[in-house]
């Protein structure tokens, strides 16, 4: 049961769904299929809440380290789920969308939680700062070729890059700056990025064929039944 | 050579920025070669400095279109009037400042050409990003549009890729309602459409997983629809596989979107006084790149030296 | 509580009020709500700074706006997941009276079938539910049923379109003309230039395409040991490596600035009123 059914369950799935690209009687079935994979995804939602919320009372509970800030999860997460659910604030009413303009649900999202995972993402700017002085580094000629590739993108993507070059005459103009990135970007960036693609690529089709056929098994979890 | 360049603020402001940063740079320079450790969070303060003068005197730069761009304003500047375009927003807070610039110009460059449009979303964020975009653009720009007739909001499914497994062949499965629970059948703007198929254009806006690549992979190759793609720069390196065969064009960053709108002015003058964010980044963003490659090439002369004076 | 603490937080607290305040007066008579939208504005800024402090070091406002953050991400994922799927997709295929509560249209079943509605779609109810399983300590693992589907519905929906887009496609495009527009060497020499869109510039970036990949390829195949002319090739399919790793790196600066830039924006023309958007 442990094994054999989530075994199975695959099997079928996914067989139905490649058969269901080639033979349009079963296109049908492929999309319902779909449709459940679509709504399990929401209770997967349903589960990150749930463990989340678990998680932080355990911590409120137990006054473990911390637990104050839990509480602050805890309200964030009660706020936003009335908000939402019971669509306060909503003009329209039940009917009208979750994200109506001037909604609780809406505001909360414009202004709180808007600022707060812009600005997370924003640190990073001054990250890659801090470890363009600190790390990026000309040791040997790979990172050099890495670097000359990254000036010229940064230089190119840029006005300034047309300004500076600007005076190569027309006939020369593979070697002004903005030409010269958008070069690298369809030339030796393209290759680059299919050689990589073509890999994964095909990892997920040998790997999609593993789980299928139940040679790949790590997701069932490490117990035998 | 400096004809590009249109000071748009007090010259003085814009100098007192370009000496700050200049003088700043030239420090930093003396105190690393002389082997003086430079303090992290002196580099943070420098970068929020050098970002933050351009944004308060900004200089603003004429655009040119790069051929990835190009080729998405030309697709839907040859669309004839009417055509209908499906609108996805797959992006979240963390993307918008790059990514929203590019949605609102291409919502006034298909509403402006009377194109259809249906927005939706991948993304849950992106279903309330849409929300502000359409207050911001739609129904203040385009009030005499209809919704349901010249636009339809059907916002977000949960399933990533699975909702394009369903929407590339019938729509209405997937979306049975729009966001306000009026079924598709009763708007207008849907008639004669059963899938994605029966879109002239396809545009994604976002830069994560799913986005670009998903539209390709699940709707533009299966139904054989024409995708343009409005990325955030992170993406944008990794969709150069698909372009030009499955993807059109693709806007990458915020220098994608400055460009984009740039163009949209210059043939469409009544948006001269609309906002466009993404050409008034583009100062800050230049002369943060300017700092970021003379960090790197200080960083560089300091590892240089220091190799030279280490023994062999 | 430390002293130091107590200031830190009295600061905040009074520098909040005034910004309030400012804000509120600020829009008194071009806003309605002006009293409310002034406090949003000042929320959405001091939760900016909050995150920006931790720059300097962690400290409890950073904490503070780290666990909203978790909290409001998880209700709102699940409030959007709630109404534009379980409402707008299961419901209506389920059940007319909760259709008629929900105020959404019934679908009527497609299949003739022995009960009056779409049963299948009891099928993701039962998985969605046994995922819920996960919860418990005891009965856990039957949300590997609910899992298998999953892997099984991404197997398979991954396997035909990674082998048609990424795979096939991509070998096709890679066979690229490498000579273009050619005319014999005499006229490639004499109409010898460096314009973007010239012949030479051109042909070069194919030949780069072409063999990149190929040797991009070969340097991630292991099977054989990269010396001779297998070395050589891997070497090239290195470099070619490096420049796509450059490129995505100048690229990965440009994302991270736009970013700040964005929220520095919002400081000084939403918050401050420095500067007009």
Request: charged share 15%; with cysteine.
């Amino acid at each position: 049961m442990k094994r054999t059914v989530p075994l199975f369950i695959t099997f079928f799935v996914g067989t139905l769904l490649i058969v269901s690209v080639f033979l349009p009687p079963v296109q049908s079935m492929g999309e319902n299929f779909t449709l459940f994979f679509d709504i399990i995804a929401v209770f997967a939602f349903f589960l990150g809440g749930g463990n989340l919320v678990r998680i932080h009372l355990d911590k409120v509970s137990r006054r473990k380290k911390d637990w104050g800030y839990s509480l602050v999860t805890l309200f964030g997460f009660f706020l936003v789920l009335a908000s939402g659910l019971f669509k306060i604030g909503n003009a329209g009413g039940i009917a009208a969308s979750v994200t109506a303009s001037g909604s609780w649900f809406q505001t909360i999202f414009e202004r709180v939680m808007n600022p707060l995972s812009s600005t997370m993402y924003a640190l990073l700017a001054f990250y890659v700062a801090s470890a363009s002085y600190r790390a990026f580094r000309a040791k040997n000629r790979e990172a050099t070729i890495l670097l000359i590739a990254a000036f010229v993108i940064l230089l190119g993507r840029t006005p300034f890059g047309t300004m500076i070059t600007a005076w190569i005459p027309d006939s020369l103009s593979a070697l002004q700056v903005p030409n010269m990135a958008i070069w690298i970007m369809s030339s030796p960036n393209l290759a680059g990025q299919r050689a990589i693609m073509i890999g994964i690529g095909l990892g997920v089709v040998s790997m999609s064929l593993r789980v299928l056929l139940g040679i790949e098994r790590t997701y069932l979890g490490e117990d035998k039944g | 050579m400096f004809g590009i360049m249109a000071i748009s603020f007090s010259d003085i402001g814009v100098a007192l920025t370009l000496a700050a940063i200049g003088g700043g740079l030239v420090w930093l320079t003396i105190r690393s070669v002389k082997g003086r450790e430079v303090p992290r969070r002196l580099i943070f303060a420098f970068v929020f400095v050098a970002v933050s003068l351009p944004v308060l005197f900004p200089i603003t730069f004429k655009e040119r279109m790069t051929p990835t761009v190009k080729a998405v304003f030309d697709k839907i500047e040859s669309l004839p009037p009417g055509s209908r375009v499906l609108m996805s927003f797959d992006f979240d807070p963390a993307m918008a400042p790059e990514v929203q610039p590019m949605a609102d110009a291409y919502m006034r460059h298909c509403l402006s050409k009377g194109h259809r449009v249906v927005f939706m979303s991948l993304w849950a964020t992106g279903q309330a990003l849409m929300t502000t975009s359409l207050d911001r653009v739609v129904r203040r720009e385009f009030s005499q549009k209809v919704n349901g007739v010249d636009y339809a909001v059907i916002g977000y499914k949960a399933g990533n890729e699975g909702v394009l497994n369903v929407i590339v062949t019938d729509i209405r499965k997937m979306f049975p309602t729009d966001v306000n629970t009026v079924p598709l059948d009763s708007l207008p703007i849907f008639d004669g459409v059963r899938s994605c198929k029966d879109f002239d254009l396809v545009l994604t806006t976002g830069g994560g997983y799913p986005g670009a690549k998903e539209w390709v992979l699940f709707v533009g190759d299966p139904g054989n629809v024409p995708i343009a793609s409005g990325v955030a720069a992170v993406t944008a390196p990794l969709l150069y596989p698909y372009y030009p065969r499955q993807i059109l064009g693709i806007l990458g960053g915020i220098k994608g979107a400055a460009e984009y709108e740039h163009e949209l002015v210059n043939r469409y003058p009544q948006f001269a006084d609309t906002p466009a964010p993404g050409l008034r980044m583009m100062g800050p963003q230049t002369l943060a790149h300017l700092v970021i490659m003379a960090f790197i090439i200080i960083g560089n002369i300091t590892y240089f030296r220091s190799r030279k004076k280490e023994p062999v | 509580m430390r002293r130091s603490t107590i200031i830190v937080l009295f600061a905040v607290v009074v520098l909040f009020a005034v910004s309030w305040f400012a804000k509120a007066s600020a829009y008194n008579g071009v806003q309605e709500d002006y009293i409310l939208r002034g406090f949003l504005v000042t929320i959405s800024a001091f939760l900016t700074l909050a995150v920006l402090s931790f720059l300097y070091a962690d400290n409890p406002f950073y904490k503070f706006a780290e666990h909203l953050f978790v909290g409001i991400s998880a209700a709102f994922w699940m409030c959007m997941g709630f109404w534009s799927t379980i409402v707008g997709n299961l419901i209506p295929r389920i059940s007319s009276s909760l259709s008629a509560s929900f105020k959404v249209p019934y679908i009527p079943s497609e299949y003739v079938g022995p009960f009056p509605i779409n049963w299948v779609f009891f099928i993701p109810v039962i998985f969605g539910l046994l995922l819920l399983m996960r919860l418990s300590s005891k009965l856990g693992w039957i949300s590997r049923w609910s899992l298998a589907f999953i892997v099984g519905t991404t197997a398979g929906l991954n396997f035909v379109r990674y082998m048609r887009s990424d795979f096939i496609e991509q070998i096709s495009s890679t066979f690229v003309p490498l000579l273009v527009e050619w005319r014999g060497i005499g006229s490639f020499i004499s109409d010898f230039n460096l314009n973007i869109a010239g012949q030479f510039v051109v042909m070069l970036a194919n030949w780069v395409i072409f063999l990149g990949v190929v040797c991009g390829l070969i340097y991630f195949f292991f099977s054989k040991e990269h010396t001779g002319l297998t070395g050589r090739a891997s070497r090239f399919g290195i470099w070619v490596l490096m420049v796509t790793f450059g490129a995505s790196f100048g690229y990965t600066v440009m994302g991270r600035v736009s970013l700040l830039v964005g929220r520095l924006t919002f400081l000084f023309s939403d918050w401050l009123g420095l500067i007009k958007q």
